[in-house]
């Protein structure tokens, strides 16, 4: 193996490591809240964005991880998931173990994509985010808007997929 193809296989394996790492932080944080389900899939999660977008938010699949909800919804009835819609609160997970990581989530760092932002102005209250302290279950529920009023720093970065 020469050096570009030992640099390409490490860039692949941190790329997996930090996805595995990522869900696997999603689903402590899920585990940790009795009202959370995770996102719904396949045709239930279709049923769901179309009962939305009914309503007139369009928001895609990836803007959210979970749904706090004060009853046990099933996503594969459409009217039920329209009779319970407004009760609904779409939570974007943010999880972190890292030591630098402070009591009241100082020193934590993550990003919110341009889905995430776009569904929280558009759900507005209905939109949360969930900052978890995976080392010391540490959870914050906040919003985009007090995340942005509270950050020491921001940097603003296009991703691009060729």
Do not use: C
């Not at 459409?78 to 009779?83: D, P, Y």
Request: charged share 20%; no cysteine.
């Amino acid at each position: 193996m020469n050096l570009k193809e030992l640099l390409v296989a490490r860039r692949v394996h941190v790329a997996r490591f930090a996805n595995e790492k990522g869900a696997a932080g999603e689903a402590l944080s899920i585990a940790s809240s009795a009202e959370w389900i995770p996102r719904p899939k396949g045709a239930a999660l279709k049923n769901l964005l179309s009962e939305l977008a009914a309503t007139g938010i369009t928001i895609k699949p990836s803007s959210f991880d979970a749904i706090a909800a004060p009853v046990a919804i099933d996503f594969a009835d459409r009217a039920q998931v329209q009779r319970h819609l407004a009760s609904m609160v779409f939570v974007e997970i943010k999880s972190a173990s890292q030591k630098r990581v402070r009591d009241g989530f100082g020193g934590f760092f993550f990003a919110l994509t341009e889905n995430e932002i776009a569904a929280a102005e558009q759900l507005g209250e209905r939109h949360k985010v969930a900052l978890h302290n995976t080392s010391t279950g540490e959870i914050l529920l906040t919003s985009v808007a007090e995340i942005v009023a509270r950050a020491r720093s921001m940097t603003w970065q296009l991703s691009v997929q060729l």
